[in-house]
Nanobody
């Protein structure tokens, strides 16, 4: 069992920046692939960014490319999402997710591939 605790949500204006953190329990954090998803009202949960166990491979959705960046600190069991130049369409509940990656240093972008999820944190971007 892995517990994820997210922090960093809030109400911001368009153009502002936010940084999410997601701290994971367990000693095997460095073997986990991680990701951030989001779900806007009336929409399905979608991938935002993903990162491999080492942090050497990352993925950004087209909608956030160049504005958001995922990173991790394995020494702190924490994954981050830096969000810059926020737009009203970024308004959603953001979730971090984790799955074991074994010896594979790859990221995963399908929500069905993730086993554990954080509680979600709301971001509202006003225009």
């Amino acid at each position: 069992q892995v517990h994820l605790v997210e922090s960093g949500g809030g109400l911001v204006q368009a153009g502002d920046s936010l940084r999410f953190s997601c701290a994971a329990s367990g000693r095997a954090f460095s073997t986990y692939a991680m990701a951030w998803f989001r779900q806007a009202p009336g929409k399905e949960r979608e991938i935002v960014a993903a990162i491999s166990r080492s942090g050497g491979r990352t993925y950004d959705a087209d909608s956030v490319k160049g504005r958001f960046a995922i990173s991790r600190d394995n020494a702190k069991n924490t994954v981050y999402l830096q969000m810059n130049n926020l737009k009203p369409e970024d308004t959603a509940v953001y979730y971090c997710a984790v799955r074991s990656s074994g010896y594979n240093d790859q990221y995963y972008t399908n929500r069905g591939q993730y086993v554990y999820w954080g509680q979600g944190t709301q971001v509202t971007v006003s225009s």
